[in-house]
């Protein structure tokens, strides 16, 4: 791979992702990230934990640089500008992995890609790959080539995305819930593979999931995200709560279980706002405040 950025790897002071006083925002919606800072060190298995809708998915795509943000210095991985320098995606060095596995068709807007053509036409139509390694994800994902991929399952199709998502060896890896389609043996083959990538070639993964079964040996960190906030971040192998706790699952359950008790207690005690008269204010099916101003 051609490298113009700085590598940080082996440098246990450097950051191969780094996020420095984000802001975001989606048009007409409530700031979702204000001041926002996150760093992760070279070689790291890190865990985005969150309830739905705290921030993990747009997170990872601020991160691939599908969002852009203000400012080169805001967003920055292997050195590089996530949003401004295209030659981190385009060299390998950066993937990103989730969502629907989809393209875009005209008016149409995203469609499943399910046409008919065969597993082996896709993957051996990207060039520039290291057989081996292809050989080896196609061994590890277990995929018959044969497949026609619009009557495989969403769960053999899911491993055709992750395959050649894989086929360039990647320095930075951002996966948003790529594992949900998989049966356990193949997630932990899986699993294996990532932790392998990082161990032996110093690769760095950001991994958001709701499935934490055998992530307490897998991850080196955990990064805990709320309504847009980083509440908690630091090595797994120091995490208090993991000490006398089954495992991960009953740590992240309860952070989300207090969450939601304080959202409860934010419900039942609103901020009183004060707001001009409205004409419906004394109608019968008019939403209380409650309903209608709670997030």
């Not at 981190?88 to 005209?106: E, H, R, T």
């Not at 060896?169 to 699993?191: G, K, N």
Request: proline letters at 4%; one cysteine or more; hydrophobic letters at 35%.
């Amino acid at each position: 791979m051609g490298k113009e950025a700085v590598r940080l790897r082996g440098d246990e002071n450097s950051s191969t992702i780094e996020v420095s006083g984000l802001h975001f925002t989606y048009e007409g919606q409530p700031p979702l990230f204000a001041n926002f800072h996150l760093k992760i060190s070279p070689g790291s298995r890190c865990l985005l934990v969150g309830a739905n809708g705290s921030g993990k998915t747009t997170l990872l795509k601020i991160l691939a640089g599908k969002h852009m943000v203000g400012g080169r210095d805001v967003v920055r991985v292997l050195n590089c500008s996530a949003f401004h320098d295209t030659q981190l995606v385009c060299d390998g060095d950066l993937a990103y992995l989730g969502g629907s596995w989809s393209k875009s068709v005209g008016s149409a807007g995203d469609i499943p890609l399910q046409g008919d053509f065969s597993a082996e036409h896709m993957i051996f139509g990207v060039e520039g790959i290291d057989p081996s390694r292809r050989e080896k994800l196609i061994e590890l994902l277990d995929i018959d080539l044969q497949w026609r991929m619009h009557k495989v399952s969403d769960g053999q199709r899911r491993r055709v995305q992750i395959c050649m998502g894989l086929l360039y060896p990647f320095e930075v890896l951002l996966l948003d819930e790529v594992t949900v389609d998989l049966d356990v043996v193949a997630r932990m083959d899986l699993l294996d593979f990532f932790k392998e990538e990082c161990e032996q070639r110093g690769a760095t993964i950001v991994y958001a999931t709701h499935i934490f079964d055998g992530l307490e040996t897998w991850a080196t960190d955990v990064a805990y995200i709320q309504e847009g906030e980083l509440k908690r971040t630091e090595k797994l192998s120091e995490l208090p709560e993991l000490k006398d706790a089954a495992n991960l699952l009953s740590v992240v359950e309860s952070w989300l279980r207090s969450e939601t008790k304080s959202g409860k207690k934010k419900l039942i005690n609103p901020p009183i706002q004060s707001r001009k008269a409205s004409p419906f204010d004394n109608s019968p099916f008019r939403s209380s405040r409650h309903m209608s101003h709670y997030r």
